[in-house]
């Protein structure tokens, strides 16, 4: 049921910090000081020790918002636990697989369980490592919503996303419980492989608690100002969103989201991109959503996005609300917390899904049920 709320999808946003408590609770051990002592990984998955033996390399395959999760994925894998991850479109990798690699995890990832490509992918993975020496044996991990579902009987192991049943086509409440699976598995490979000191650990580990609050926060503080953003795009028909680092996939969410549901033609670039051609599109009929989050490449997205103002686009900003510069640029400010920047996609991304809503919503559209989609893509 929809609980008051007007759609499926409004609702599903609304339970991201429930669902994000659920996986702390489940993947991570709260008793931080017991576990390291004990010489126990803060981080419970329930994987067994041979999946991650001697790990070169990790690749991982799948479509849409998961194929998003999977990019925050590699970021987290490769920058925290220093394995190197590639990141593949399930339809793509099915018929044009990367050469064998010795000591690799393939990873699927799909909230139904039911997608045809990541199935396929999957199985072609098996089949072609079968028969090899040890070294190519195939690794399976599945990140599924569904451990019930025909991945969950195809894969030896699985992360439960505990997200609860998703019923609006446009993930969400999936997407931020993906995310957090990619968290738990690198900092339990970073841990494992020493990759990252036990203070810096343990600093990643709190600010995970605090997490749920933040995304509270920023629901409370977002709802209304989004929904009033709303109004000014009901002409709109193309979006920018860039944004650069761990936050490149979130612009690619963004603008997947605003597609899906309100059919606005939208791109996600990472911000450096846009002047490699990108930039020819805007002008003031063009609004550009960039997310700005402290930390490594903050200066960098503030700079690209002074670039597009120079072209007369409409800026909007996710970024802090005390930041005085970049109150300066956007013109719209949507302002989030100022998390750990290894953390902020987790916080980034409500604004652009609430965004994406309340413009289709607006627009009077079906955004349970947008047009041409379905909620499982069980047919190539
Ligand atoms: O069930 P899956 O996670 O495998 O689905 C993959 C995509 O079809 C899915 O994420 C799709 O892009 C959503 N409608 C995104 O909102």
Redo the contacts with the bound molecule.
Sequence with gaps: EKQGFKHFMLKEIYEQPGVVRACLEAYFNTDWNAASANNNSPINLGLPAELYADLEQIQIV?????WHAALVGKYLLEQVAQIPTQVQYASEFRYAPSPLTPNTLTIG????G??AD?LAALAMEKERRQGKEPKYHARLLGITNRPESTLGHMVPHIINTLAGIEIG???TKTFIAQLMSFYALALDLAYRRQTVSSDTLEDILKGLQHIPKEIEATLESQEHLTEQLAHDFAETTDFIFVGRGINFPIALEGA??LK?ISYIHAEGYPAGEMKHGPIALLDAKVPVVAIAMPGSVYEKVISNAQEAKARDSRLIGVTPVKDGEAAEIFKDLIPVSAVDELLSPIVTVIPLQLLAYHIAARRGLDVDQPRN?AK??TVE
């Design positions: 799948a479509c849409g918002t998961s990832v799909t909230q139904s039911e997608t990541t086509v446009a993930a997947l989201k899906e989609l499982s893509v």
